[in-house]
């Protein structure tokens, strides 16, 4: 047996993302084959924990293609003033600022494996920021820029957004919370939170400071455990 996060929009109280740790059988090996095996798994006893109707794997394994193209991998970001896109893992990578060393810009012209396996990211220190377009991100809340870049690419894409919006949870087979922090699957979660309850207007789509104010109340900080220069960069 193993366990994985789910994650769910919150519709209503403070916290905007629920999840929920379930377990499911693990079917081990490295295949693409073995990994939808234990999606599978993960996703019946999501349906049967959680009585939702609807849970869509967002990663490279999904058997879904829509789950695929919402992986941070090969979902784009277009940037109308840059005249730039790149994959969101690109952006992600790209940005990160270490004690001696980045931002790594030229990442974004780069392979999405090949941005996060770059060696300067585990080469220069500790992590102490990003830096977006000439932007600086703080590290707290801990998933607020990656979340921020999730949402405003799937802004930039209604075609997917609309997918996304169709689903009631949301998994990563690979996302192990005590590996990682940022996830994709809870990235969505968190868009379709934010556009049901009518939270994504302009200001938080294009202004830092006002997507900040709105999820720095304790909602969703540290939501994973659950325990959990005002700029427009993409007009």
């Not at 609807?54 to 919402?70: M, N």
């Not at 690979?174 to 302009?202: D, E, M, W």
Request: net charge neutral; proline share 4%; glycine share 4%.
């Amino acid at each position: 047996m193993a366990q994985r996060p789910v994650f769910t929009p919150s519709l209503t109280g403070p916290l905007l993302v629920s999840t929920h740790h379930i377990e499911f059988q693990w079917f081990p090996g490295m295949s693409v084959s073995q990994a939808q095996k234990s999606i599978d798994s993960l996703h019946q006893r999501t349906v049967e924990q959680l009585g939702v109707d609807t849970v869509l794997e967002i990663s490279s394994k999904s058997k879904d293609t829509w789950g695929v193209r919402l992986s941070a991998f090969n979902l784009m970001i277009k940037t109308d003033r840059y005249e730039r896109e790149f994959s969101l893992e690109c952006a992600f990578q790209s940005s990160k600022v270490f004690e001696h060393g980045g931002p790594f810009t030229d990442l974004l012209g780069a392979r999405s494996i090949d941005a996060k396996r770059d060696e300067r990211l585990n080469q220069n220190g500790r992590l102490i920021k990003f830096q977006y377009f000439d932007v600086d991100w703080p590290l707290e809340p801990r998933t607020a820029f990656y979340d921020w870049l999730y949402i405003n690419a799937l802004h930039k894409q209604p075609e997917l957004a609309d997918i996304v919006l169709k689903y009631s949870a949301f998994s990563d087979i690979a996302f192990n919370p005590a590996r990682s922090i940022n996830c994709q699957a809870y990235a969505a979660a968190l868009y379709v939170s934010l556009h049901k309850r009518g939270l994504l207007t302009g200001d938080v789509i294009a202004d830092q400071a006002a997507y900040l104010r709105l999820i720095d109340t304790g909602a969703v900080n540290h939501a994973h455990e659950n325990t959990e220069r005002n700029k427009s960069l993409f007009s």
